[in-house]
């Protein structure tokens, strides 16, 4: 397969053999990350929490079991046709109680209303985005005063994808995301180093200022 496509179905993933070993790949290397991504986000039991690019819906899994108030709410946002339905049949039941609802669209059209999310989490996608800046803008548009946003990667696994040209330019670099978000509204903007279960990856941390 040619890097380029590749990167493609990473960022979109499609119905196609490619789209399937993508959702294969999804399942072995994203797992710990949309797991420890919900667990930093210190969710409570009737936050609305909003997960962005949620892929066949592993995170959207975790964070349900979370929202047990009768508030609780949960969103998730894919571009994917092919990932809204995987992560529609995953968690068809809490869709059915009204917990969860999918919104098949892209970052910058995406129908949350402004101001109420309390946390978002996202893993691997922000690279992605035609636009950062406009992105983060978003983020910070539907998010709550004080709402905490994290985001997950691994950046051993990114620079080996920029080195095998699957990704392009320096938008995979972390910094370019921390200062988007600084840029849009965002404060406390950091990155720590973190372990779960042998795996070392990376959390970025903000906190929506209104």
């Given at each position: 397969m040619l890097p380029n496509q590749?990167?493609?179905q990473l960022g979109h993933p499609t119905y196609s053999l490619t789209g399937w070993?993508?959702?294969?790949?999804?399942?072995?290397?994203?797992?710990?990350?949309?797991e420890n991504a919900v667990k930093l986000c210190n969710i409570e039991p009737n936050n609305t929490v909003l997960e962005l690019c949620h892929g066949p819906g592993f995170g959207l899994h975790y964070a349900s079991q979370l929202l047990t108030g009768p508030e609780g709410k949960l969103f998730g946002v894919d571009h994917s046709q092919y990932m809204h339905e995987m992560a529609s049949k995953r968690m068809k039941e809490q869709i059915s109680r009204g917990k969860l609802v999918l919104y098949c669209s892209d970052l910058m059209s995406m129908p949350i209303e402004e101001?109420?999310?309390d946390k978002v989490f996202h893993c691997n996608c922000y690279y992605?985005?035609?636009?950062m800046k406009a992105g983060a803008r978003v983020i910070h548009r539907v998010m709550k005063p004080d709402g905490i946003m994290v985001t997950t990667l691994r950046l051993d696994s990114l620079k080996r994808t920029v080195s095998r040209r699957i990704l392009n330019g320096k938008i995979w670099n972390p910094e370019v995301y921390m200062d988007a978000l600084q840029?849009?509204?965002f404060t406390d903007v950091r990155l720590d180093d973190k372990r779960d279960k042998l795996i070392n990856f990376q959390a970025i941390f903000a906190t929506a200022k209104k």
């Open positions: 590749v990167g493609k070993l993508v959702s294969k790949f999804f399942k072995w290397h994203n797992q710990v990350l949309e101001n109420t999310v992605f985005w035609p636009d840029s849009s509204g």
